[in-house]
């Protein structure tokens, strides 16, 4: 059976790719606009939601991730004054990196969500702007993306760093290796 990743994001492909097994990818149509105040509940309901959306045959895989600091999900910013300001907010502090992950399997649905804590180190408004003029902050959740030019503002993490890039693999590979998937 095919194994389809529900996702248009190049990270999460490039991910996958990393676990050395076919598949193929299918952009997930949903709307994002979920009403949940709860991280771990919202990235699984989005997961959920996408590969759910997805109308062919296979193993699906998908996954939705956020940023949560403050009482707040960090999404991905509406424009630079936005990414400049969620990075400002996240300087010299600690916030939780949360993916939920779905995979189905016929008639079986498996929904996990997979947190890792990140700390940035201070960050001076000048680094912030020169980050924000030669990254793409507008595409990640967060406006950061720890496996590009984003890991110069991390001062360190604690948890699955393939979590924070977007899929955690390792996790995902068990589940697709316990069922005889792989």
């Known amino acids: 059976m095919d194994i389809i990743l529900a996702t248009s994001s190049p990270r999460r492909i490039n991910l996958l790719k990393m676990l050395n097994i076919k ?62 300001n969620m990075l400002k907010e996240l300087s010299s502090k600690w916030h ?18 997979e947190k890792t804590m990140v700390k940035f180190k201070k960050l001076s408004d000048e680094l912030i702007r020169y980050y924000i003029s030669t990254s793409k902050p507008l595409d990640k959740a967060g406006a950061y993306g720890i496996q590009e030019l984003g890991a110069i503002l991390v001062e360190k993490i604690e948890g699955d760093y393939y979590n924070v890039v977007g899929l955690p693999i390792s996790r995902i590979w068990d589940i697709l290796w316990d069922r005889r998937i792989i």
Do not use: Q
């Open 96 to 113: 939780t990196v949360y993916t939920g992950v779905t995979i189905i399997e016929k008639d079986d649905i498996i929904t996990f969500c």
């Open 23 to 84: 598949f193929k990818t299918v952009a997930p149509r949903i709307k994002e606009n979920i009403n949940e105040t709860d991280p771990e509940k919202l990235v699984k309901k989005l997961s959920k939601l996408k590969a759910l959306s997805i109308k062919e045959k296979g193993i699906i895989i998908s996954a939705d991730t956020i940023v949560y600091h403050n009482n707040k999900v960090l999404g991905k910013p509406k424009n630079l004054d936005n990414a400049f």
